[in-house]
């Protein structure tokens, strides 16, 4: 597997609370700063992200490995390992903005009730 490294974006969400803390980070697998970017600004507009790590997948060789990896093949986009707050992004969809804020709020609805909504 290629290592995973962070480009050192750390994304500044803050809940609201006076002693709120930054409760995500965006790293990539690959070189992809723009998808890392586009998938900050989604962030950025939901209302609610839960405390979780995005992996942000740059090519879609690496996303096919990564998702046979971890069985989840059953996704076109993104998966989640709810336990530890991690959520792996296919890279190409964050050029679909609707799309991108779409699929992170349902991966980040399976952090938040730490359940597998049914599928
Ligand atoms: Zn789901």
Same mark, same amino acid.
């Given at each position: 597997?290629?290592s995973?490294y962070?480009?050192a974006?750390?994304?500044l969400?803050?809940c609201?609370?006076?002693?709120?803390k930054? !409760?995500?980070?965006?790293?990539?697998?690959?070189?992809?700063?723009a998808y890392?970017?586009?998938t900050? &600004?989604?962030?950025v507009?939901?209302?609610?992200?839960?405390r979780?790590r995005?992996?942000?997948?740059c090519?879609?060789?690496?996303?096919?490995r990564?998702?046979a990896?971890?069985?989840?093949? &059953?996704?076109? !986009?993104?998966?989640?390992?709810?336990r530890?707050?991690?959520?792996?992004?296919?890279?190409s969809?964050t050029?679909d903005?609707? @799309?991108l &804020?779409r699929?992170?709020?349902h991966?980040?609805d399976?952090?938040r009730?730490q359940c597998?909504?049914? @599928?």
């Amino acid at each position: 597997m290629a290592s995973v490294y962070s480009i050192a974006l750390a994304l500044l969400v803050f809940c609201g609370a006076a002693n709120a803390k930054p !409760t995500a980070t965006i790293q990539t697998a690959g070189d992809c700063k723009a998808y890392a970017l586009a998938t900050q &600004r989604a962030m950025v507009q939901l209302k609610d992200v839960p405390r979780v790590r995005v992996i942000v997948v740059c090519s879609d060789v690496l996303w096919h490995r990564l998702q046979a990896k971890a069985d989840a093949e &059953r996704t076109n !986009t993104a998966f989640t390992n709810i336990r530890e707050h991690l959520t792996v992004l296919r890279g190409s969809v964050t050029e679909d903005p609707i @799309e991108l &804020r779409r699929v992170l709020a349902h991966e980040f609805d399976h952090i938040r009730c730490q359940c597998s909504l049914g @599928e």
